[in-house]
C-alpha cells in the first residue's frame, strides 16, 4: 500500500520528503521530487544522522505563530470530517507512531492533531515498559494485540519501538538480535500494511536544550510534577546513545509500506502544524468514501 504517501501537490511532496530518512542522499532523490529512491526499491541507502535535522527548523510554517495556531485548529476540524468518512468507509485501519525521547510532545500532538476527532473510532495506546506476561511472550505480541479494526484509527504515544531504543542502548541485545529485529519490525508493518492497515510512522524530534527547558518547566511548575521522573534524567544522560539509537532504526526501518517522518519538534505549534498536514494528505489519498445506502430505503418516509 504505497499509493497514501505519494502526495499528489509538488510542492507538498518536497517538504514532506526532506524530512524523511533518505531524502538528500543522492542525487537521483531530486529528481524524483522529493520522493527517496527507497520508495521505488525498498531498499536502504547509507545511514541517517539526526544532524541533518533542525529540531528548530518549521517547513511547513506560514512565519506567524498565530496564523499556525489558527491553521492547526482549521486542519484538526477537517481531520474530524476526513475520521468520521474513515469511519464509515470502514475499508482500512490506520495505525499512527508517534515515537521520541523524553519531553517531544507524543501528548501534545494527540491533544492538538486528534483532539478534536470523536472518541468512537480513535484510540491512544500508552505503551509502558512491559509486564511480566508481555515478557513471556515475544515482544510483538502485545503489540499486534492492539492495532486498529477496520475503519479505526489507533495512535501509539511510544511503539515496539522502544524494543529496538531500550535494549540497545542499555546492551541487553547483541548488535545480531538488534538487526533481527529490524526485520521482524519491516515484515510486522508489512503485513498490516497488506492487509489494509496504513501505517504512519512519526519521530518527533527535539534539540538537547529544548529538552532541557521542558524538564524545568516539569520541575517549576507543581501541577507539572505528576509527569517528571528521575528515570527522565537517567535516560538524559544517555541522550548521545539514544540518538544514534534513533538513527539506526529510522535507515533500517524506514520502508515503502510504512515510511518515517522525522518531524522538527522544538516548535510545539509547529510539530502539530505538520504532523496534522501530513496526515490530512495521507486520509485524503485515500478517496474515502461512504458506503451506498440501502435502495429499499429510498423512498421510505417515517411517519
Given at each position: ?187 510486522f508493518e508489512r503485513m498490516l500494511s497488506q492487509t489494509g492497515t496504513i501505517v504512519l510512522k512519526f519521530m518527533l524530534h527535539i534539540s538537547h536544550e529544548e529538552q532541557r527547558l521542558r524538564l524545568q518547566e516539569r520541575l517549576d511548575d507543581p501541577t507539572k510534577h505528576w509527569k517528571f521522573a528521575m528515570s527522565d534524567i537517567d535516560a538524559r544522560k544517555q541522550w548521545a546513545q539514544y540518538q544514534h539509537a534513533y538513527e539506526q532504526l529510522l535507515a533500517a526501518t524506514h520502508t515503502p509500506w510504512a515510511p518515517w517522518t522525522i518531524v522538527p519538534a522544538d516548535s510545539k ?35
Amino acid at each position: 500500500m504505497q499509493a497514501p504517501f505519494e502526495s499528489r501537490n509538488k510542492d507538498l511532496a518536497k517538504r514532506w520528503g526532506r524530512w524523511q530518512p533518505d531524502v538528500g542522499s543522492s542525487a537521483q532523490d531530486l529528481r524524483n521530487d522529493g520522493q527517496p529512491e527507497r520508495r521505488k526499491t525498498g531498499k536502504h541507502r547509507g545511514e541517517v544522522s539526526l544532524q541533518d535535522f533542525d529540531p528548530a527548523d518549521k517547513p511547513f510554517s506560514t512565519g506567524e505563530k498565530n496564523q499556525d495556531k489558527a491553521l492547526v485548529e482549521s486542519l484538526a476540524l477537517e481531520l474530524d470530517e476526513l475520521q468520521n468518512l474513515f469511519y464509515a468507509d470502514k475499508r482500512y485501519k490506520l495505525l499512527v507512531i508517534l515515537q521520541g525521547t523524553d519531553t517531544s510532545g507524543k501528548d501534545g500532538t494527540i491533544r492538538g492533531v486528534f483532539g478534536r476527532m470523536s472518541a468512537l473510532g480513535v484510540h491512544t495506546v500508552g505503551w509502558k515498559a512491559p509486564n511480566e506476561a508481555e515478557r513471556a511472550h515475544d515482544y510483538l505480541w502485545r503489540i499486534h494485540q492492539q492495532v486498529p479494526q477496520a475503519g479505526d484509527i489507533t495512535i501509539f504515544n511510544r511503539s515496539h519501538y522502544e524494543d529496538v531504543l531500550v535494549p540497545v542502548v542499555n546492551g541487553w541485545i547483541t548488535p545480531e538480535q538488534q538487526h533481527q529485529r529490524y526485520g521482524h519490525i519491516n515484515d510486522f508493518e508489512r503485513m498490516l500494511s497488506q492487509t489494509g492497515t496504513i501505517v504512519l510512522k512519526f519521530m518527533l524530534h527535539i534539540s538537547h536544550e529544548e529538552q532541557r527547558l521542558r524538564l524545568q518547566e516539569r520541575l517549576d511548575d507543581p501541577t507539572k510534577h505528576w509527569k517528571f521522573a528521575m528515570s527522565d534524567i537517567d535516560a538524559r544522560k544517555q541522550w548521545a546513545q539514544y540518538q544514534h539509537a534513533y538513527e539506526q532504526l529510522l535507515a533500517a526501518t524506514h520502508t515503502p509500506w510504512a515510511p518515517w517522518t522525522i518531524v522538527p519538534a522544538d516548535s510545539k505549534t509547529h510539530r502539530n502544524l505538520m504532523i496534522a498536514t501530513v496526515l490530512r494528505e495521507v486520509l485524503r489519498n485515500l478517496d474515502l468514501r461512504y458506503p451506498p445506502g440501502d435502495p429499499a430505503l429510498a423512498h421510505f418516509k417515517v411517519e
